[in-house]
């Protein structure tokens, strides 16, 4: 979610500017779980002021605006703004606008144009009317991280080298923006964070960096992660899909991909928002596959 612009909004320019914004939590079926996002199906007349206005309005760590539509070839132009700044893409955000669209005009495949390059999402309605949507990322990459990324980024955190996993080395990984990946050595460590908010800010825009991706490997397969968002005006996110789709380019960079190709990951648990993540590598493809669930909730 790295930034693209950023603009003050006014009094003018409000929620009210719109008919109607959507509310939903990605990345789970509960209402009380997952990483909420803002949608607008209809923004089209909307200018960049206005959508940040809106999006620092509801609050979220982003919310997703539909500037064009065709229905008949079920294409879409989106963009994400945080309470801050636009950025280029969201995954959680891309899964909550997904959702929303197949509960109107049916589930299948969508096309996304994103300020980060074209995203397409299958989504399927379950047994119980639930709609689980699975987006392909953009080519994913990895390379390691400098020793001055890390030492200051973990001197923000207060965390020492010897917290971390020394099996899996910290990376700058990108899905759509740059997350710095940094692997604690335990669970507790992932539990205990505490960071300098302003410090770690100046860190990750000085990179460019839109989330610090923390995780704890429980298993080759399965994952916790926690992602602090301070560049977008928020502590931390329950569920990061492009984090996600970085981790599992990540992975597949130090060839730690499982042989089925496929990473759960479970976020915001720490946060009392529990979110699951389903990543998958297909073959000689450097894209991920995220999937997950999104669900309606109150504003």
């Not at 955190?157 to 990946?181: C, E, K, Q, S, Y």
Request: hydrophobic residues 45%; negative net charge.
């Amino acid at each position: 979610m790295t930034s693209t612009a950023g603009t003050t909004p006014t009094a003018a320019t409000t929620a009210s500017a719109v008919t109607d914004v959507l509310r939903y939590t990605a990345f789970t079926s509960d209402p009380d779980g997952g990483n909420p996002a803002g949608v607008v199906l209809d923004a089209a007349r909307l200018d960049e002021q206005q959508m940040l206005a809106i999006a620092a309005e509801v609050g979220y760590s982003e919310t997703a605006f539909v500037t064009a539509r065709d229905e008949q070839q079920r294409r879409f132009t989106l963009r994400y703004f945080s309470p801050l700044a636009e950025v280029a893409f969201c995954g959680h955000a891309t899964v909550a606008v997904s959702v929303a669209l197949a509960e109107r005009i049916g589930p299948g495949e969508l096309v996304f144009d994103t300020p980060a390059g074209e995203i397409s999402v299958a989504t399927v309605a379950d047994g119980h009317g639930a709609v689980r949507a699975t987006l392909t990322s953009v080519p994913t990459r990895s390379r390691p991280a400098q020793d001055a990324e890390v030492d200051a980024t973990l001197a923000a955190l207060g965390w020492a080298r010897a917290d971390l996993d020394a099996t899996l080395p910290p990376h700058v990984a990108f899905g759509g923006n740059d997350h710095l990946v940094l692997a604690a050595g335990s669970r507790a460590r992932l539990a205990d964070l505490d960071y300098d908010f302003e410090t770690l800010t100046g860190i990750m825009r000085q990179y460019g960096w839109t989330t610090v991706h923390l995780v704890w490997r429980e298993s080759d397969d399965r994952y916790h992660a926690r992602d602090p968002f301070p560049v977008g005006g928020v502590v931390e996110d329950p569920a990061t899909g492009a984090a996600a789709a970085a981790f599992g380019g990540y992975l597949r960079t130090l060839g730690l991909l499982p042989a089925a190709g496929v990473v759960a990951i479970r976020q915001g648990e720490d946060m009392g928002r529990p979110s699951d993540l389903l990543v998958e590598a297909g073959p000689d493809d450097a894209r991920m596959r995220v999937t997950g669930h999104a669900v309606p909730i109150a504003g």
